[in-house]
Structures are given as C-alpha cells and as structure tokens.
C-alpha cells in the first residue's frame, strides 16, 4: 500500500521560513512524479507543486512560485518542500500525493503562518 506521511509543519511569523518532508513506502518512489497539496481553512484542497521522477523538472502554482522549491531524494524516498516568505495566506494542512493521485495523500502537517 502507497504510504505517505508529511512533517515538518508548525507555526511560523510572516517571512519566515519552514522545510516540509514527506517520506513515502509501499511503491518505487523513484519511478514517480510527485505532489504538494494544501487545504486552506475552509477552502477545497489545491495543487501547489510537483516534481519528475529524476527531480529535474519543477512546476508551482502562481500562488507560490517563486517562493517555495520542491525537491527530492530518491535515495531516502523522501519529498521535501521548502517555503520561503511565508504569508498568513500560506496557513493550511500540506499533504504529499503520489503522482497527482490526491487519494493517496496521507496525514498532512499544519502550517500556520501568523505575528
């Protein structure tokens, strides 16, 4: 079974800055395309980033390109997803999907961005 589990969330001031992990089991991580989601406070949950299996192409969503980068290591089976100029907007439980397969997300970490 496809496990995924996000960390790494916690509360952090406007600017900040805060790196999530997500470690996956149960497939051939490195044979896939990975995601980033989040679910703002009452808000349907929305694609923010995704990565190629080999890691060397990246896409965003407008809302945050230009301030988080995706990355991953194979070896380690582990996604990672760094945030940078972190906005009270950011504020939302972050999950990693499987390709784009968004019912495969695990449990999501609780980022919250706040003064």
């Known amino acids: 079974d496809v496990q995924l589990q996000a960390s790494g969330g916690g509360l952090m001031q406007p600017g900040g800055s805060l790196r999530l992990s997500c470690t996956a089991s149960?497939?051939?991580?490195?044979?896939?395309?990975m995601s980033w989601y989040r679910q703002r406070p009452g808000k349907e949950i929305q694609w923010i980033s995704g990565i190629n299996a080999g890691g060397g192409t990246t896409t965003y969503a407008d809302t945050v390109k230009g301030r988080f980068t995706i990355s991953r290591d194979n070896a380690k089976n582990t996604l990672y997803l760094q945030m940078n100029s972190l906005k009270p907007d950011d504020t939302a439980v972050y999950y990693c999907a499987k390709t784009t397969e968004i019912h495969t997300r695990g449990p999501g970490t609780l980022v919250t961005v706040s003064s």
């Open positions: 149960g497939f051939i991580f490195s044979n896939y395309y």
